[in-house]
Structure formats: C-alpha cells, structure tokens
C-alpha cells in the first residue's frame, strides 16, 4: 500500500508564511503528478496546486503569485510553500498523489490525512 504523510501546518499570523510537506511511502513503482488540496468548514474540497513530474504546475486563482509548489522525485516529496496567508487559506491542507504501485495496474490517487493550517487576522 502507499502512504502519504503531511507535515508543516500550524497556527501562523495573517502576513505570514508556511511550508507543507509530504512524503510518500510503500509500495511505489511510479508516481505521477502530485498535488494540494485544502477544505475549509463547511465547504468542498478545492484544488490548490499540483505538479506533474517533469515539474509542470498549475495552481487555484486564490493562491497564484502567493503560494508555490514545488517536488523531489528521489525523495518522493512534495511541497507548497505559502506566503502572504490570509484567514482565507485557513483549511486542512490534504496532500495526493497519483501512483503506479507496479508495472500490471492503472495509477490510481492516494491521498494523506491531512494537515491543519490555521490564519490569524
């Protein structure tokens, strides 16, 4: 099986800045594009960034110019950093990863636990 573990999220001011991570682990033979995504209360889950492994990205109107994703194919890790966090990025930050586990089966998406991100204002 594949696991994904995030890391980084926490409480900081509005202004400020933070670093998501997620690693990803078990059986994996190939792994595709990686992404974020958030989910605020009481609303749907969004798209945040995502990056195909030749490093191509595409990002949510809301975070582009703010927020930065980036990812090391050997490590198996991905990141987004966020600056100039407003109370509106206050979420779960859930990491995701489209995966090959073996050369006989389709990829399919494997998705972390979730990390909170907490915006003061």
């Known amino acids: 099986q594949v696991q994904l573990v995030e890391s980084g999220g926490g409480l900081v001011q509005a202004g400020g800045s933070l670093r998501l991570s997620c690693v990803a682990s078990?059986?994996?033979?190939?792994?595709?594009?990686m992404a974020w995504y958030r989910q605020a209360p009481g609303k749907q889950r969004e798209l945040v960034a995502s990056?195909?492994?030749?490093?191509?990205?595409v990002y949510a109107d809301s975070v582009k110019g703010r927020f930065t994703i980036s990812r090391d194919n050997a490590k198996k890790m991905v990141y987004l950093q966020m600056n100039s966090l407003s109370a509106e990025d206050t979420a779960v930050y859930y990491c995701?990863?489209?995966?090959?586990?073996?050369?006989?089966?389709?990829?399919?998406?494997?998705w972390g636990q979730g990390t909170q991100v907490t915006v003061s204002s």
């Open positions: 078990g059986r994996i033979f190939s792994i595709n594009a």
């Open positions: 990056i195909t492994s030749g490093g191509s990205t």
């Open positions: 995701s990863a489209n995966v090959r586990v073996s050369d006989y089966f389709p990829p399919r998406d494997f």
